[in-house]
Structure formats: C-alpha cells, structure tokens
Nanobody, 128 residues
C-alpha cells in the first residue's frame, strides 16, 4: 500500500506544472485526497483536498484559481494542475489519502497529524 508522487521540477515564474499521485494497493477513489506542501523553514500547509464522493473540494486561498485537482480513476491517479506559479509556490509537495471529510479545518488538522497514507514528496522550484 503506497502513494507515489511525481512531476516536480524547476519552472519559471508564470509557468505551469502538473503533479501526479498514483496509488497502489488500494483504490484512490474511495479516499479523500489531500495535497500539501512544505516550504523551507515553514510548517506543512494543506492546499487542497477533494472528498471521496467527489462532491466536496477545498482550495486554500494561496492556490485558489491557479491549482486544480483532477482524478483519473482508471489509472488510480490524482493530478494537481498548477498554473501561474510564483516563487512562493516553491516547496516539497505531498499527496495523501485518508478516509475523512474534506474542508478547510480538516485539511489543516490533516497537515499537522500526518494521518493516512502519504506519498514521498516531490520538489517544486519556481525561479524568478
């Protein structure tokens, strides 16, 4: 049972990048998916989640309108599409899966607790 995150890299400010999170050993669509990031010297931040039902989603103000989550159930994969990147988006990005609800308070608690299944993290660096 594991999550494999991929897609990080170096991108110029204003550019786009897509991260992917692939599950093995369990069905991702049955779980709430969260994306988190940790910038150097900062606490881990929950930036988005999508409920297992597909009916609820949350985006932090810092990424709203620029980041989008999309599920590919056939590939047991979730994608995080990141547009209009800026230097403040530089961080290690993590995906996680847990049987929980999705919302602003829960995603913050989730970031701190580390519960559920987590990917290994992928580094995104945005240059100015």
């Amino acid at each position: 049972v594991q999550l494999q995150a991929s897609g990080g890299g170096l991108v110029q400010a204003g550019g786009s990048l897509t991260l992917s999170c692939t599950a093995s050993g369990f069905t991702l669509s049955e779980y709430t998916i969260g994306w988190f990031r940790q910038a150097p010297g900062k606490e881990r931040e929950g930036i988005t989640c999508e409920g297992y039902s597909g009916l609820t989603s949350y985006y932090a103000d810092s990424v709203k309108g620029r980041f989008t989550v999309s599920k590919d159930n056939a590939k047991n994969t979730v994608h995080l599409y990141m547009n209009s990147l800026n230097t403040e988006d530089t961080a290690i990005y993590y995906c996680a899966a847990e049987k929980t609800q999705c919302g602003p308070t829960l995603v913050k608690l989730w970031a701190r607790s580390g519960l559920g299944q987590w990917g290994q993290g992928t580094l995104v660096t945005v240059s100015s």
